[in-house]
């Protein structure tokens, strides 16, 4: 079992910049990937970014391509979601979420097992 816990959201100004971290816990051996999710109200749970657990290869959604990246440092156990250039349509709550069954390159957030509690990113114009 693994356990998640996002921290590093605020509130930011439009063209500002934040760094999401993630802490994991538990069996993280087990994870295959990691990804980072978002959800404003109202909408769909929107995939954000996914890395490998052990190669550290990742790719990006196609509305935070280009501002936002992410990446893992495995001797902490911690993911990041590095966010630049931040814009109104950003605020979200957002979530990570780990893989265990090898489908890295999934954007779907029915194929991720756990989930931490999530963090709000409120981008002010």
């Known amino acids: 079992q693994v356990q998640l816990v996002e921290s590093g959201g605020g509130l930011v100004q439009s063209g500002g910049s934040l760094r999401l971290t993630c802490a994991v816990s538990?069996?993280?051996?087990?994870?295959?990937?990691m990804a980072w999710f978002r959800q404003a109200p109202g909408q769909e749970r929107e995939f954000v970014g996914g890395?490998?657990?052990?190669?550290?290869?990742?790719f990006h959604g196609e509305s935070v391509r280009g501002r936002f990246t992410i990446s893992r440092d495995m001797a902490k156990n911690t993911v990041y979601l590095q966010m630049n250039a931040l814009k109104l349509e950003d605020t979200a709550e957002y979530y990570c979420?780990?893989?265990?069954?090898?489908?890295?390159?999934?954007?779907?957030?029915?194929?991720?097992?756990?989930w931490g509690q999530g963090t709000q990113v409120t981008v002010s114009s």
């Open positions: 979420a780990a893989d265990f069954s090898g489908r890295f390159g999934s954007t779907r957030y029915t194929d991720f097992g756990s």
């Open positions: 890395i490998s657990w052990r190669r550290g290869n990742s």
């Open positions: 538990g069996r993280a051996g087990s994870i295959e990937s």
